[in-house]
C-alpha cells in the first residue's frame, strides 16, 4: 500500500524501490515483468510488419529502411524512431544494422514466417487488416489508450474466430480486474474511458456498465481483409494499366497477376510484367506469364538485379 503511495518523500516507499533494484527484481531490459514496450516502438512494430510483401522476400529482410520517412509517417522525431528500434530489438522482435549511410537500416523481422501460426505450433497469430485501420491505429497519441485499442482488437478477433458465423458478437467487454492484469496499474481505468468514448480516434465505440468496459468495431472498419475484393479492384487496375501501355495479356493471366498483387505490391506486378512482355515480344510465345512474373518479382525483392 506505502509503496504504490503518490507521496514522493515517502521513506518506506524510498528503501522498497531500492530493495527491488539491489535484488534485481526490475530484471535486465527487454526481460523485466514490468517492462512495457515503448508507445512509438509499438507503432514502428505495427508499420514495419504491414510493410509490402515486396520489400521482404523469402528474408522477411527490409532493406535501406529511411529513418527520416519513417519519422514523418509515425509523426515523430529520427531520434525516436532509433530509439525504437533498439527497443524492438531489445525484446527480440528484430535485428537491425545501418545500411548505405546512418540515416537508413536493414532490418530483420524475426519469426515472421511463423507468427500467423497457432501458439500450438509454435506461432502467435497476427491480423490482416486495411491500411485505414492501421493508420487509425498509429494516429492513436496516447500510449494506454494505444495499449487499449490493441487489446480490444484481439478479444473481438478472438471471438470471432471462436463463434459459429451466425452468432459473431456485436459487443465485446473487459472487467477492470482482466485490465489490471495487462494495463499499467496506476491508470484510472472508469475516467480513460469515459473519456475514450467520446474520442474520434479509436477503431471501437466503448461504454462501461457496472464493473465492465463494453466495446464494438465502428462500421467503418473491417478486421479481416477482404483479399478477393482487393484482386477484383487489382484486376480492373491492371487491365487498365496494360491498356494504357499498349500490352495485351491473357485473361486467366490477368486474372493470376490480380490475385499475385496482393502479395507484391502492384507496381512492382506492373513493371515486371511489362518488362518480360517486351523482352519476349518477338520471341517464343510465354506459356506462364504469372510464373515467369513471380519470379522476377521475388529476385527484385531479394536484390538480385538476374531478369529471370
Same mark, same amino acid.
Request: proline share 3%; glycine share 4%.
Given at each position: 500500500?506505502?509503496?504504490?503511495?503518490?507521496?514522493?518523500?515517502?521513506?518506506?516507499?524510498?528503501?522498497? @524501490?531500492?530493495?527491488?533494484?539491489?535484488?534485481?527484481?526490475?530484471?535486465?531490459?527487454? %526481460?523485466?515483468?514490468?517492462?512495457?514496450?515503448?508507445?512509438?516502438?509499438?507503432?514502428?512494430?505495427?508499420?514495419?510488419?504491414?510493410?509490402? @510483401?515486396?520489400?521482404?522476400?523469402?528474408?522477411?529482410?527490409?532493406?535501406?529502411?529511411?529513418?527520416?520517412?519513417?519519422?514523418?509517417?509515425?509523426?515523430?522525431?529520427?531520434?525516436?524512431?532509433?530509439?525504437?528500434?533498439?527497443?524492438?530489438?531489445?525484446? !527480440?522482435?528484430?535485428?537491425?544494422? +545501418?545500411?548505405?549511410?546512418?540515416? +537508413?537500416?536493414?532490418?530483420?523481422? %524475426?519469426?515472421?514466417?511463423?507468427?500467423?501460426? $497457432?501458439?500450438?505450433?509454435? !506461432?502467435?497469430?497476427?491480423?490482416?487488416?486495411?491500411?485505414?485501420?492501421?493508420?487509425?491505429?498509429?494516429?492513436?497519441?496516447?500510449?494506454?489508450?494505444?495499449?487499449?485499442?490493441?487489446?480490444?482488437?484481439?478479444?473481438?478477433?478472438?471471438?470471432?474466430?471462436?463463434? $459459429?458465423?451466425?452468432?459473431?458478437?456485436?459487443?465485446?467487454?473487459?472487467?477492470?480486474?482482466?485490465?489490471?492484469?495487462?494495463?499499467?496499474?496506476?491508470?484510472?481505468?472508469?475516467?480513460?474511458?469515459? +473519456?475514450?468514448? !467520446?474520442? $474520434?480516434? %479509436?477503431?471501437?465505440? +466503448?461504454?462501461?456498465?457496472?464493473?465492465? *468496459?463494453?466495446?464494438?468495431?465502428?462500421?467503418?472498419?473491417?478486421?479481416?481483409?477482404?483479399?478477393?475484393?482487393?484482386?477484383?479492384?487489382?484486376?480492373?487496375?491492371?487491365?487498365?494499366?496494360?491498356?494504357?501501355?499498349?500490352?495485351?495479356?491473357?485473361?486467366?493471366?490477368?486474372?493470376?497477376?490480380?490475385?499475385?498483387?496482393?502479395?507484391?505490391?502492384?507496381?512492382? *506486378?506492373?513493371?515486371?510484367?511489362?518488362?518480360?512482355?517486351?523482352?519476349?515480344?518477338?520471341?517464343?510465345?510465354?506459356?506462364?506469364?504469372? !510464373?515467369?512474373?513471380?519470379?522476377?518479382?521475388?529476385?527484385?525483392?531479394?536484390?538480385?538485379?538476374?531478369?529471370?
Amino acid at each position: 500500500m506505502c509503496a504504490a503511495s503518490s507521496c514522493s518523500k515517502c521513506q518506506v516507499k524510498t528503501i522498497y @524501490q531500492n530493495d527491488k533494484k539491489d535484488f534485481h527484481l526490475y530484471g535486465s531490459s527487454g %526481460t523485466s515483468f514490468y517492462h512495457r514496450m515503448p508507445k512509438n516502438a509499438v507503432r514502428l512494430f505495427l508499420l514495419l510488419y504491414s510493410l509490402p @510483401q515486396s520489400l521482404l522476400g523469402d528474408t522477411h529482410f527490409i532493406r535501406n529502411l529511411s529513418a527520416a520517412k519513417t519519422a514523418e509517417y509515425l509523426s515523430c522525431t529520427v531520434s525516436t524512431v532509433k530509439r525504437s528500434m533498439r527497443a524492438l530489438e531489445t525484446s !527480440g522482435y528484430i535485428t537491425f544494422s +545501418h545500411a548505405a549511410d546512418l540515416s +537508413h537500416f536493414n532490418i530483420i523481422l %524475426t519469426h515472421y514466417d511463423t507468427m500467423h501460426l $497457432p501458439a500450438a505450433k509454435g !506461432g502467435s497469430g497476427y491480423l490482416s487488416f486495411e491500411r485505414n485501420t492501421l493508420d487509425s491505429l498509429l494516429a492513436i497519441k496516447n500510449v494506454n489508450q494505444l495499449r487499449f485499442e490493441l487489446l480490444c482488437l484481439l478479444r473481438y478477433d478472438n471471438a470471432q474466430c471462436t463463434s $459459429p458465423e451466425d452468432e459473431i458478437p456485436v459487443w465485446e467487454n473487459y472487467s477492470f480486474h482482466d485490465l489490471k492484469n495487462m494495463l499499467p496499474s496506476y491508470m484510472n481505468y472508469r475516467a480513460k474511458f469515459e +473519456h475514450m468514448s !467520446g474520442s $474520434p480516434d %479509436t477503431l471501437f465505440h +466503448h461504454y462501461i456498465s457496472g464493473k465492465r *468496459i463494453y466495446f464494438s468495431l465502428k462500421e467503418e472498419f473491417s478486421l479481416r481483409f477482404d483479399y478477393s475484393k482487393l484482386a477484383s479492384s487489382n484486376c480492373v487496375c491492371l487491365r487498365e494499366c496494360f491498356k494504357e501501355i499498349g500490352l495485351s495479356i491473357r485473361e486467366e493471366d490477368l486474372l493470376s497477376l490480380s490475385k499475385m498483387a496482393t502479395q507484391f505490391d502492384i507496381s512492382l *506486378i506492373l513493371q515486371c510484367t511489362s518488362e518480360i512482355l517486351k523482352q519476349r515480344r518477338f520471341g517464343p510465345d510465354i506459356r506462364n506469364l504469372p !510464373g515467369l512474373v513471380r519470379r522476377r518479382c521475388q529476385n527484385l525483392a531479394l536484390g538480385n538485379s538476374a531478369a529471370i
